[in-house]
């Protein structure tokens, strides 16, 4: 066993010791009698009978000590401004909001929620709900009326705050209307509606129910909050899962479990200490953001970089330059954010100043090898691919070098993370697989510290959905389909729906993807498993070109499928070599980037795409279509 399994080991044997000791990184108002109780599996409750508070451990704890030290930096490219918050300055704002708040009625359990660009109000706004003992729901800002509309019927929240418009790469979005119209089709709509007005799109209030976020800011800008203490299970926040599969899925979160598994993870994951600089690309919609935007840097006191604006405006050096501005030590971002920075001149990785940096964290979607070792070569520091879920709010597997240093291979997000009983299990048998044997990802159940406690408002669900996929044993499904090798490095092939079976072989989407991304042109792809009369299923490729050009002579297209079908062949074997390869400039993702396979096999299949709300390009989809 290496160092950072042995920790794992003691984390999964010793399971009280262990987190008694890692309890210790947050300020608990009362302390808890029990570790965990696990005495109604699969639902476990961390820190039973212990009293602490989200935002008392991200602002407060720290306003003593470091009050004049950099919190909140909020770049904007979008609206080319700036503003720097400080621990104190924080504090200021977040007692402000709470008590806008609290002026509305919104006490303890009351949900609020969110629906807001990347802007530092939506911080202050996630961080008084979690001082009022309020749980927030944040949806991404610009999403449609209808999935707005739906969850604001599953939150129910007495108060919606919002702005009157975002902004992506030069565009405006107004999110008034959109709002206006998902309330109209809400049938639990809110008493009240804050908004934050930025000037970007002029809007008429509705009269009793819109209230001005700078009005109600001046009337309580020297108020005081004092937080509120939770029982370590109140749920602290909802939020629903990107819905690449179906149907989002309401992650409920617990208050105590999450800022312990947050604060560990500040040291054991990242390496990091109070006093530094933490720069993630994810937005507050997304679990990322709520990690690792919001709660893990400030409740590890560091200060936490929130950026409007894309990778690539004014340019491909954006991010690398707020690295050398703000000194950034830890970075966390997509793989789909470094394929779109694959197109851009590499000399953009040269210009700036990177030595604060330690090294880059990604995750999201499958990070495949080419891209790892581009980005890895162009910046010179370590990569580390991180795997997680919505519903298990922070990392299940990767490298952990605040544990210890131990080598990373490409294409392998490394080892289970402490607190994450992980298994590769046979979904026929439910027994456990062993090395390299592809299986089923799961996690043994207690979910550790910081996971979903349930789905908000059924149980039911939570349980049907994550423990009783798998015949013969109660054990979390990630739905995702991986092995481990001889040395215990997890790799993840794909989700389960996705895995291709072609004549009796089952092959997870990612390793097809993986080896097409080998060839020199190819910037991105993705690959779907097509029903076909003879072996069951085939592969289609869909690959998006580093530059398009190359496909302007004559035949190259042919040439180039010939070429990429004949590298899957060498790496994989004929068996997986897909049927077709089709050139598009974009393939249809979620707005949190991540490849929607299924509706590219509905498409190709003749059958109707299905839920699509949560797309983010639908003419993505139109193109696939056009292809084939
Ligand atoms: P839904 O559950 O609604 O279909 P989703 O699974 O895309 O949506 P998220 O919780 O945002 O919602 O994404 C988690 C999934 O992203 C994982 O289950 C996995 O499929 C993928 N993923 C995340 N990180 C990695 C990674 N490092 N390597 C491979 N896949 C990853
Ligand atoms: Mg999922």
Redo the contacts with the bound molecule.
């Keep these: 066993m290496n160092p950072i399994q042995h920790f794992h080991r003691r984390s999964i044997d010793d399971r009280d010791a262990f987190w008694t000791a890692e309890s210790a990184a947050i300020h608990w108002h009362k302390p808890f009698e029990q570790v965990l109780d696990f005495s109604k599996p699969p639902f476990a409750k961390w820190f039973v009978g212990g009293e602490t508070n989200l935002c008392f451990n991200a602002v407060d704890r720290w306003v003593d000590s470091r009050g004049g030290e950099r919190a909140l930096i909020w770049v904007s490219t979008e609206v080319d401004q700036e503003i720097i918050y400080t621990y104190r300055d924080l504090y200021r704002e977040v007692n402000t909001v709470a008590a806008m708040l609290a002026s509305q009625g919104v006490g303890r359990g009351d949900r609020v929620l969110i629906y807001m660009p990347m802007i530092p109000e939506a911080v202050f706004t996630m961080l008084a709900c979690a001082r009022l003992g309020a749980v927030h729901s944040v949806v991404f800002g610009g999403f449609a009326s209808v999935n707005l509309a739906q969850r604001i019927d599953d939150a129910q929240p007495k108060v919606i705050v919002t702005a009157d418009a975002g902004s992506r790469a030069g565009k405006v979005t107004p999110y008034k209307p959109l709002l206006d119209k998902a309330i109209a089709l809400s049938t639990q709509p809110p008493a009240q509606v804050i908004i934050v007005d930025r000037g970007l799109y002029a809007f008429e209030p509705v009269v009793g129910r819109d209230l001005d976020y700078r009005e109600l800011h001046h009337t309580h800008d020297k108020a005081e909050i004092a937080p509120v203490w939770l029982e370590s299970s109140a749920p602290s926040y909802i939020l629903?899962?990107?819905?690449?599969?179906?149907?989002?899925?309401g992650v409920q979160r617990d208050t105590g479990g999450y800022a312990v598994a947050l604060a560990s993870s500040m040291k054991g994951v990242f390496n990091g200490k109070a006093g530094e600089t933490f720069l993630c690309t994810s937005d507050i919609g997304?679990?990322?953001g709520h990690s690792y935007i919001v709660y893990g840097p400030l409740i590890g006191g560091q200060a936490t970089i929130l950026y409007e604006g894309t990778p690539i405006r004014p340019d491909g050096g954006i991010l690398w330059s707020l690295v050398e501005r703000f000194s950034v030590n830890t970075m966390f971002s997509a793989?789909t954010a470094i394929r779109v920075l694959k197109k851009q001149d590499p000399a953009l990785l040269k210009k700036y100043d990177l030595s604060s940096l330690r090294s880059l964290y990604?995750?999201?979607?499958?990070?495949d090898e080419p891209t790892a070792e581009w980005i890895a070569a162009g910046l010179g520091k370590p990569i580390i691919?991180?795997?997680?879920?919505?519903?298990t709010g922070w990392t299940i597997?990767a490298a952990q070098p605040g544990v210890a240093d131990v080598a990373t291979k490409f294409g392998s997000?490394s080892f289970p993370v402490y607190g994450f009983d992980v298994r590769v299990i046979d979904e026929q048998t439910g027994e456990d697989l062993g090395p390299n044997q592809k299986g089923v990802v799961a996690i043994a159940p207690p979910l550790p510290p910081g996971a979903m406690s349930t789905i908000w408002g059924d149980d039911e669900r939570f349980v049907e959905t994550y423990f009783n996929s798998i015949p013969n044993r109660q054990v979390y499904s990630?739905?995702?389909w991986g092995l481990f090798d001889e040395d215990g490095y997890f790799f993840?092939l794909?989700?389960t729906d996705d895995v291709i079976n072609v004549a009796g072989h089952r092959l997870g989407t990612?390793e097809i993807e993986e080896s097409i991304n080998n060839h020199p042109s190819v910037a991105e792809c993705a690959v779907v498993g097509i029903a076909d009369q003879l072996k069951g299923q085939v592969a289609v490729a869909f690959a998006v070109l580093k530059d398009p050009r190359v496909l302007d002579e004559p035949g190259a297209d042919l040439k180039l499928e010939g070429a990429i079908m004949k590298i899957v062949d060498e790496q994989l074997g004929a068996v997986a070599r897909p049927a077709r390869v089709r050139f598009v400039t974009t393939l249809p993702k979620?707005r949190?980037g991540?490849v929607l396979r299924r509706a590219i096999v509905a498409v190709c299949e003749g059958r109707d795409p299905g839920d699509l709300t949560?797309i983010e390009d639908p003419s993505a989809l139109e193109q696939i279509k056009d292809s084939l």
């Design positions: 629903y899962t990107s819905g690449t599969t179906g149907k989002p899925k997304w679990v990322v793989p990604l995750a999201g979607e499958p990070l691919d991180n795997y997680w879920q919505t519903e597997l997000p990630t739905f995702d993840i794909g989700r990612r979620t949190s991540k949560t």
